[in-house]
């Protein structure tokens, strides 16, 4: 079957650095997905990722592997405005995407 | 202007009730997606409509009814729901369906039914 798996909660300090780490299991891919959703909000965009390697796109970056099914977001210099759940999505060979759960992320003073 | 709207953001009915939700997008995209979310779970695909075709159906109750009478508008029509399809509905579009291309979000409608 097809499946997502990231934690369900992180915290972190503001000002330092968090990765929020991903793995999938698909029929066919076709790109990872990173989304915020801050609570009572709609998930907005944040990266795409259909190649190995690192994007990086300010202080937030995305990685993947796909022999390994794994991606991260990595979120840098911390902000109190970064609290929400991350949402980790794969495309699957139908372009259909394959969502986890979300990780809540939680930013102390 | 936001992308994807939304009406109702709130909606509470009972179980004998008929209501519709409904959703606008302003970006000219081809495909509209409705999903469904509930605390601490995935988000769970409905359906799919591209280019005013619905193009997925993911085993969703008939309950459950989508009309897409254009590019830029998606209904899902309610009846006799039950007390476990409260949750948060989210429409969303994309420029096409098949290639690769962002989803942008309505800010959902909070659904109570009692």
């Known amino acids: 079957g097809q499946n997502i798996d990231q934690p369900t909660e992180m915290t972190a300090t503001e000002g330092a650095i968090v990765q929020i780490n991903c793995t999938y299991q698909t029929s066919g891919f076709n790109g990872l997905f990173w989304y915020q959703q801050h609570a009572g909000e709609a998930p907005t965009f944040l990266s795409y990722n259909v190649l190995d390697g690192l994007e990086e796109k300010g202080r937030f970056s995305s990685f993947l592997s796909r022999s390994k099914g794994y991606s991260y977001l990595l979120l840098k210099e911390l902000q109190m405005k970064d609290s929400a759940s991350y949402l980790c999505?794969?495309?699957?060979?139908?372009?259909?995407?394959?969502w986890g759960a979300g990780t809540k992320l939680i930013i102390k003073p | 202007e936001t992308g994807v709207t939304q009406t109702p953001r709130h909606l509470v009915m009972g179980m004998t009730n008929k209501k519709s939700l409904k959703c606008e997008q302003h970006l000219g995209h081809n495909a509209m997606y409705w999903y469904k979310q509930s605390a601490k779970k995935p988000l769970e695909l409905m359906f799919v409509y591209s280019l005013e075709e619905r193009v997925e159906n993911n085993s969703v109750p008939s309950r459950f009814s989508p009309e897409c009478p254009n590019s830029s508008h998606l209904f899902l029509h309610l009846h006799t729901l039950q007390p476990e399809d409260s949750a948060l509905y989210l429409c969303?579009?994309?420029?096409?369906?098949?290639?690769?291309?962002?989803?942008?979000f309505g800010p959902g409608t909070r659904l109570t039914v009692l």
């Open positions: 999505a794969a495309s699957d060979s139908n372009y259909q995407l394959i």
């Open positions: 969303a579009s994309s420029q096409d369906r098949e290639t690769y291309n962002e989803q942008f």
